[in-house]
């Protein structure tokens, strides 16, 4: 198989390559192609987790659990605020 990059990618391989962390440019795609198939299957599993709770948060309006918009966003400022003092 052979693969065309841009300067730049290609630049970048070989950085990788001369820092010895990989011993080939052969290493360095392959690496890149394991992690873009991580990155591909936590997304898929993100999708279906967000899906999971949108049809979560659905079956709890239908059933008249919701609250106010006033509510949800003192909820939010405050999950932020919190979040903002962890980071």
């Known amino acids: 198989m052979n693969v065309s990059l841009t300067p730049e990618l290609e630049k970048l391989v070989d950085e990788r390559?001369?820092?010895?962390?990989?011993?080939?440019a052969s290493e360095v795609i392959?690496?890149?192609?394991?992690?873009?198939?991580?990155?591909?299957?936590?997304?898929?599993?993100g999708?279906?987790?967000?899906?999971?709770?949108?049809?979560?948060?659905?079956?709890?309006?239908?059933?008249g659990e919701t609250i106010s918009g006033a509510e949800s966003?003192?909820?939010?400022?405050?999950?932020?605020s919190t979040l903002s003092k962890q980071g």
């Not at 001369?18 to 080939?24: E, L, M």
């Open 73 to 80: 966003r003192r909820r939010t400022r405050s999950l932020r």
């Open 17 to 24: 390559v001369k820092s010895g962390r990989y011993t080939s």
């Open 47 to 63: 999708l279906i987790e967000l899906n999971r709770k949108i049809d979560e948060g659905l079956a709890q309006a239908d059933r």
């Open 30 to 45: 392959r690496e890149a192609l394991r992690l873009l198939d991580r990155f591909d299957e936590a997304q898929r599993l």
